[in-house]
């Protein structure tokens, strides 16, 4: 208490001179309608700017959460157009659907290497497997091939041992995709029959005969095509749809199927 009273003491004079602003200022709007209309303008215009800087403060840390939902409804968005045969779809019911969708983060990324990984953050617990695929909100990224209770990693489309069945959007012309390590922005098909009637933009999908991948995930788009050494097939160069440098939220795609269909073959 003693040093209030000090505090007060030592400032009496600044705290008068501060007294008597007020009240000065109180008298002066509160008596004039025109500089009460002027503070009333300027208090509502601060605190709207004071309003709007912590709405957007607060969206900005809303982000994470945000992305989530959009993350999340897409995955169901994407569950519903893979297994669109059918007239009513309940995930839980592994026996009727095709490909269960994992939304999922990246959490590391090569693309500098000749045989480039990615790692995310869904493992064994969120029912992953080896061999599922993995896209993302524009196209294929790559294959898992190793996996742990909460994390997996796949072997990146950037990788020279990544090979996929990939076919023409506007035809069933299909070729084998891989890549040659040189530019990370575009990827090779071979194998291409020479008499696919082949133009330059044209859309590459999955061709859906490895069955990691439903058929028509978006790949890339024909950059350039000539014919091989054996003059029978085309080889092309593919412009990656996905900027593999700049990958973030995914999704893996498992088959269900794909155990029975295997099945089949032993």
Not at 56 to 83: D, G, H, M, T
Not at 142 to 151: R, V
Not at 156 to 161: G, P
Not at 195 to 205: E, H, K, R, S
Request: charged share 20%.
């Amino acid at each position: 208490m003693q040093r209030i009273i000090y505090f007060l003491i030592r400032n009496k004079d600044f705290i008068l001179f501060l007294s008597l602003l007020t009240i000065s200022l109180s008298i002066n709007i509160n008596y004039n309608e025109y500089n009460k209309s002027k503070f009333l303008n300027s208090s509502n215009s601060l605190f709207s700017s004071l309003y709007d800087t912590k709405l957007i403060i607060s969206k900005y840390f809303n982000l994470e959460y945000q992305n989530k939902l959009l993350a999340e409804e897409n995955r169901n968005l994407r569950f519903l157009v893979y297994n669109s045969r059918n007239e009513q779809i309940k995930e839980s019911d592994l026996l009727k659907i095709n490909f269960n969708v994992t939304s999922t983060s990246v959490i590391k990324n090569s693309y500098s290497y000749s045989n480039n990984f990615v790692t995310i953050n869904v493992g064994e617990k969120d029912s992953i497997e080896i061999d599922n695929g993995v896209i993302s909100s524009i196209g294929v990224v790559g294959i898992i091939d190793k996996i742990s209770p909460n994390y997996s990693r796949f072997i990146s489309i950037l990788n020279t041992n990544f090979l996929l069945n990939a076919k023409f959007k506007k035809s069933n012309y299909f070729g084998v995709l891989s890549w040659n390590g040189i530019n990370i922005n575009k990827v090779q098909l071979k194998d291409v029959p020479k008499q696919a009637n082949v133009l330059i933009g044209d859309t590459i999908v999955t061709g859906g005969n490895s069955l990691i991948f439903p058929k028509g995930i978006l790949i890339g788009y024909v950059d350039s095509f000539k014919l091989d050494n054996s003059e029978n097939y085309l080889e092309l160069e593919i412009n990656l749809a996905t900027d593999m440098t700049n990958i973030e939220n995914l999704y893996v795609l498992k088959n269900n199927n794909i155990k029975e269909i295997n099945s089949l073959d032993e």
